[in-house]
Structures are given as C-alpha cells and as structure tokens.
C-alpha cells in the first residue's frame, strides 16, 4: 500500500483503528500477541512514512514509563515463586509474567495512539469530530486541548533563543539550563494568556458564538475503505469476543 493512500484514509477510521487495538489487546490474554500488535504497528508507520517521527515519540514518552512499570510489578506484585531475593527485595515469577502483560498492553495502546496523531492532522481529526455531531465549541476545546502543549513549547523555544541573543548562558550542564529556563515562565505565561485573549477575540468577530448553524471550508471525504474498514473492526471484536467467552467456559 502507498503511503499516501494510509494517510489519506478518514480521521475517524484511523481512530476506530486506535479502538480496534485497544479492545483487541485487552480482549487477547498474554503478552506476547500485544508485543507482536507493536511490531505490526511499526510496519505501519514504514509503510506511511511516519517511522523516524513514531520512533522518537516512543521512545521518548513510552520506554521510561514501561521500565518504571516494570520494576513495580517484578518487585511488589504478590506471588509464591521466588526467582531472585537480595535483602528486601525479591522477584517473583508472577510479577515478572503479569509486569510483562501490563508493559505490552501500554506499549502496544499508546503506540496506536501515537501513530494515529503522527498520520492525522488535528484539524482533520477535530472537523471529523464536528462532522459525527460534536458542537463547535466542544470541537475548539479538544483542538485548543491538543495543540497547547506544541504551541507552548514553540513559544518556549522563541523566548530561550531570545534569551541567548542577550547573553544568557542556556546550554551547559541540568543546573545551568534550569536557571535559564525559570525566567522564561513569566513570559510565557503571560503569552499564554495574550494568545488566549486573542484567540477569543478573533472567534467573536467570526461569530463564532452565534446561534446559526455553522459552515466550513474544510471538507472531508470517505472512502470506500472508510466504510469497510469500521465493520471490519467491529466483526473481529465480535469474533475475539465469542472466542474468550468459549475460551473461558472450556477451561
């Protein structure tokens, strides 16, 4: 498949498909079908061209909270059979195993997450949201929710380069930078809260608040995979479903 045709699939699709892992990831026991939902995941993001960027944010936001996960369960999860003891500290094999389904399950969620934000644009995902019924203003608080945080790391960014230019020391070592980094707060707060006014400002000469039906620019159109995928998902739920309930009453 063409990486084109992965990203230009409906927003709403791509966010059933979100869905569709979770359920199916908690709907599966065991870890190794949700370390192999990862691996899976990982094509994907070849294949839509997004790899280097999905990696990154992998890493950086899910590899640590995954180890910390980790450690917990080995070291205080109840069990009987002891694999390793020093001192207070004791792994058992039952920690190890469910620390394991815990890790895989929260690598394999938010790595589908993360893919589906890496292949759509907030914009589509929130016109989309708009387009099954959400209010207006419902959809410019999760646009506003998803896009503080990059815009205020923007605006970090500008006023430590602004910073630098008039000779405050910004790089060296974790002491340096976080003395650096405390007088940009005020500033920042207090473009926060401008950008803020402005925003509300330019939404109200829009009549963005006023009691008619709103029209857009911005249109989205389905596929015909759009409209075959979302069942698709839903029978594989059901099917995984009926599965663990025989399953369960067999064993």
Same mark, same amino acid.
């Given at each position: 498949?063409?990486?084109?045709?992965?990203?230009?699939?409906?927003?709403?699709?791509?966010?059933?498909?979100?869905?569709?892992?979770?359920?199916?990831?908690?709907?599966?026991?065991?870890?190794?079908?949700?370390?192999?939902?990862?691996?899976?995941?990982?094509?994907?993001?070849?294949?839509?061209?997004?790899?280097?960027?999905?990696?990154?944010?992998?890493?950086?936001?899910?590899?640590?909270?995954?180890?910390?996960?980790?450690?917990?369960?080995?070291?205080?999860?109840?069990?009987?059979?002891?694999?390793?003891?020093?001192?207070?500290?004791?792994?058992?094999?039952?920690?190890?195993?469910?620390?394991?389904? $815990? +890790?895989?399950? /929260? #690598?394999?969620?938010?790595?589908?997450?993360?893919?589906?934000?890496?292949?759509? &644009?907030? %914009?589509? *995902?929130?016109?989309?949201?708009?387009?099954?019924?959400?209010?207006?203003?419902?959809?410019?608080?999760?646009?506003?929710?998803?896009?503080?945080?990059?815009?205020?790391?923007?605006?970090?960014?500008?006023?430590?380069?602004?910073?630098?230019?008039?000779?405050?020391?910004?790089?060296?070592?974790?002491?340096?930078?976080?003395?650096?980094?405390?007088?940009? $707060? +005020?500033?920042? /707060? #207090?473009?926060?809260?401008?950008?803020?006014?402005?925003?509300?400002?330019?939404? &109200?000469? %829009?009549? *963005?608040?006023?009691?008619?039906?709103?029209?857009?620019?911005?249109?989205?159109?389905?596929?015909?995979?759009?409209?075959?995928?979302?069942?698709?998902?839903?029978?594989?739920?059901?099917?995984?479903?009926?599965?663990?309930?025989?399953?369960?009453?067999?064993?």
């Amino acid at each position: 498949m063409k990486p084109n045709a992965l990203l230009q699939l409906h927003p709403m699709t791509k966010f059933y498909f979100s869905l569709f892992i979770l359920a199916v990831v908690l709907i599966v026991p065991g870890y190794w079908f949700a370390f192999s939902v990862f691996l899976g995941l990982v094509a994907i993001s070849l294949l839509a061209g997004v790899f280097k960027e999905f990696m990154s944010i992998v890493v950086k936001a899910l590899v640590s909270v995954l180890v910390i996960v980790f450690l917990m369960q080995i070291f205080f999860f109840p069990g009987e059979q002891v694999l390793w003891r020093w001192w207070i500290f004791e792994i058992k094999q039952e920690g190890v195993y469910y620390g394991l389904i $815990l +890790t895989s399950r /929260i #690598l394999a969620i938010g790595s589908a997450f993360v893919l589906f934000f890496r292949m759509t &644009e907030v %914009r589509d *995902f929130v016109k989309s949201l708009e387009d099954k019924g959400m209010p207006p203003m419902g959809a410019y608080v999760v646009l506003s929710t998803l896009q503080i945080i990059p815009e205020m790391r923007r605006q970090a960014n500008t006023i430590m380069e602004a910073q630098k230019t008039r000779g405050v020391e910004t790089e060296g070592s974790l002491f340096v930078r976080a003395k650096a980094f405390i007088p940009t $707060l +005020t500033p920042l /707060i #207090l473009s926060s809260i401008a950008g803020t006014e402005e925003r509300a400002l330019t939404l &109200e000469s %829009r009549a *963005f608040s006023a009691p008619v039906k709103k029209t857009s620019l911005h249109k989205l159109a389905k596929s015909r995979a759009d409209r075959i995928l979302p069942i698709l998902f839903v029978l594989i739920i059901l099917g995984l479903v009926v599965w663990r309930v025989v399953l369960w009453q067999t064993s």
